[in-house]
């Protein structure tokens, strides 16, 4: 049985989330509610029902998951979590959802379960909700949980003093971005000083509501869940205290702090497994979303990346589902759209966040596309002043109607629906081998084919061989008449779905073996296979430098106690690792130089200057040129700096291994953006013995 109607809590969510000040559109795509029965008081019955229930207001609304902006779920049972059951089920890892106990029976003296989705109003129609170009804010659900220590009214407002701080802190917020806020609250917690506190923390202008918590048997006690909506452009960070990160949501990586304090430290010693590789996930993900039917990606790095790429899948037709192994691995499930990119809406715009990647693959893709979509971020002085150009004029000369923020191809970029012809194209690949990336995934799509040559060099070059390796995987022939200048792609192919394993990322474990060769010790890393040119390049660097390495099958083994050497290395053969071998390096007795990186420019931040400046200040003696980093032995790299990573997690990995082996300690601004590869980096750190806190 499945009705409209809510009982007296559901009711009371809802008529608050109806005045909130500012809503879109009108209420009754704003808000969607139902409610069914449930036979009995079990964990198989629950989540049957709260699947089932979900499924079918989704299918009513013709709602994508990617317009839920949070979920509430309310029920006079007990004996399961809905929205454990939905986050297992169907992947709703990145939703806000709380569950609260429901006052009154909402369909005469039955069982029953309710749901409220708050929606994006524009992705349920097919109106764009605004023409605007640059940087949209939406409205979005901000979650977060602590577990109390105490139960005093001082205990209860420090928490969630700290609470609300780090979720604004964490999601670069002000308080006046803050619409609203619900609370739920264990049963034995009463929810009146609560209330209090929080109204007290937020100000009198922000709207609190406040219900008892599902009183789940087993579950933590003295637990406070909050969930604030707030404009943002940015894709939320839940924050969970680390009580209530291992009891809730274990897989959650610990949040990072904005700043962070790298204290002299070694011996390293221990073992560390680094994250899936980033550039075979976003590869696996974007085939498993051109393919027909289920593909299944194992162990995927698990970064803001990941979750960039995802969510824009999903806006464009994909289904997608995350589960967790036993020991904590993840895995995707994606069922593709088959080549046909139609999503529902006629406009779609899609944050990329700070994802370059993300976007080069994806504007190839787009532009055959049967819908508008435009490219908006978030950081308009990172990836923001990344140039597309030449990837914008391949595109054109192929029939794509495209415009952009400046001559140079920057965010924000509108693709417009357009019939693409194939053919002939020639590119520039002197900047990024992004770009030759995205026409080898739009090639097969096109009836033509495409026909590419390289005008000019190739950076990064060793990253076509993967583009062209997951390529075949997924069944796609791509014909190389010249290594890294001319490429034949047949056209009409069809993706085939397909279980991808990806493997260890290279320039995380650049990081982890650059921390040991400065703080000496021994770690090992597991799960980097062998065979990746620039993860053998990056290997090989630290050997020179005196890194004492040792391989057995996907496990290498790093010792590190005599001086370091300097060496000379072609940074281009390992481009993301430069940073971190960069920082090596300045701990060497003889010079250094890393050359043929001029691209390093164009990342997340300046790679060559910024990197430079901010070694220098810690001591360094290091000099930035055109192409080139060059390193020179320095009496003491004294450390005692504050330095800023620009938004750069390569930036804030660098100069965290510098921090290791520094006379005084190193203290990084922005180091949650650490997250976009390595969420997990200072926990790793730590387990292996460095030593670094959070600056409040």
């Known amino acids: ?78 004996a399961e979590y809905p929205a454990r059951s939905v986050r297992e089920v169907l992947g709703w890892h990145d939703v806000p959802m709380l569950c609260a106990q429901e006052a009154s029976l909402a369909i005469g003296r039955q069982h029953s379960l309710s749901v409220a989705l708050l929606v994006q109003a524009h992705q349920v129609k097919t109106e764009e909700p605004s023409r605007a170009r640059v940087n949209p804010s939406s409205l979005r659900g901000l979650r977060g949980a602590t577990i109390l220590d105490a139960t005093s009214d001082e205990a209860i407002s420090s928490e969630l003093r700290w609470l609300f701080e780090e979720l604004l802190a964490q999601n670069s917020l002000q308080r006046p971005a803050v619409v609203c806020g619900v609370i739920t609250v264990t049963s034995d917690l009463n929810p009146a000083p609560v209330l209090s506190a929080a109204q007290a923390i937020l100000g009198p202008s922000i709207p609190l509501l406040i219900a008892n918590e599902l009183d789940v048997p087993g579950a933590p006690q003295r637990c406070i869940r909050v969930l604030l909506l707030a404009h943002t452009a940015r894709a939320p960070h839940p924050i969970y205290s680390e009580s209530a990160r291992i009891l809730l949501r274990p897989v959650l990586p610990k949040p990072v702090p904005q700043t962070i304090r790298i204290a002299p430290s070694g011996p390293l010693q221990g073992t560390v497994t680094p994250p899936g590789s980033k550039y075979h996930t976003l590869r696996a993900i974007l085939a498993a979303f051109l393919a027909e039917g289920e593909s299944f990606i194992e162990r995927p790095a698990l970064s803001d990346d990941t979750t960039v790429l995802l969510t824009a899948c999903a806006q464009l037709g994909a289904t997608i589902e995350t589960s967790y192994e036993q020991h904590g691995h ?66 054109t000369s192929l029939g794509a109607v495209i415009t952009s923020q400046e001559p140079d191809g920057t965010l924000p970029i509108t693709l417009q629906s ?94 982890l073996l650059a921390a040991a060769a400065v703080a000496k010790g021994q770690i090992t890393l597991h799960h980097l296979a062998p065979g990746s040119a620039d993860g053998e390049a990056m290997l090989g660097a630290f050997s020179q430098m005196g890194l004492e390495i040792t391989r ?89 700096v504050e330095v800023d ?20 300690p190193i203290t990084l601004r922005q180091a949650q953006h650490i997250a976009k590869s390595y969420p997990r980096f200072f926990d790793d750190l730590a387990s292996l013995g460095a030593k670094h806190e959070p600056v409040h």
């Open 1 to 78: 049985m499945s009705e409209f109607r809510l009982g007296a809590t559901g009711q009371a969510i809802e008529a608050f989330l109806q005045t909130i000040p500012g809503a879109q559109r009108q209420e009754s795509e704003q808000l969607l509610s139902a409610t069914t029965t449930v036979s009995e008081n079990t964990a198989f019955a629950l989540r049957e029902a709260t699947v089932r229930l979900v499924k079918s207001l989704l299918e009513i609304s013709q709602l994508p998951s990617s317009a839920i902006i949070c979920a509430f779920f309310l029920t006079d049972l007990n």
């Open 330 to 395: 993840s895995a995707l499930r994606i069922r593709g759209v088959g080549g046909r990119i139609t999503p529902a809406a006629a406009r779609v715009v899609i944050d990329v966040g700070n994802a370059g990647a993300v976007l080069r693959l994806l504007l190839g893709i787009c532009a055959a596309a049967s819908a508008e979509i435009t490219f908006t971020t978030a950081y308009p002085e990172s990836l923001g002043r990344r140039p597309n150009d030449d990837l914008l004029q391949a595109l």
């Open 418 to 511: 357009a019939r693409l012809r194939g053919g002939k194209v020639r590119l520039s690949g002197k900047q990024s081998s992004q770009y030759l990336s995205a026409l080898l995934y739009l090639g097969p799509l096109l009836e033509e084919g495409l026909e590419i040559e390289i005008s000019d060099t190739l950076a990064s070059a060793s990253f076509v061989d993967l583009t062209i390796q997951m390529l075949q995987e997924a069944g796609i022939t791509i014909i190389t008449q010249e290594r890294y200048r001319r490429y034949q792609i047949p056209g009409n192919q069809h993706y085939l779905s397909q279980r991808y394993h990806i493997p260890g990322d290279y320039p995380s474990a650049a990081a």
């Open 552 to 640: 057995n099958g996907t496990s290498i083994t790093a010792h590190a106690q005599a001086p370091l050497r300097g060496i000379r290395f072609d940074g281009s053969t390992a481009i993301d690792s430069v940073p971190c071998i960069a920082a090596a390096s300045c701990f060497a007795t003889t010079p250094s130089v890393i050359f043929n990186i001029a691209n390093l420019r164009l990342k997340e931040s300046d790679r060559i200057y910024d990197l430079a400046a901010a070694l220098q200040s810690a001591g360094c003696q290091i000099e930035p040129g055109s192409d080139t980093l060059s390193i020179s032995p320095a009496r003491a790299i004294i450390g005692n």
């Open 645 to 664: 990573v620009h938004s750069d997690h390569r930036l804030a990995q660098a100069l965290a291994v510098v921090g290791l082996g520094a006379q005084a």
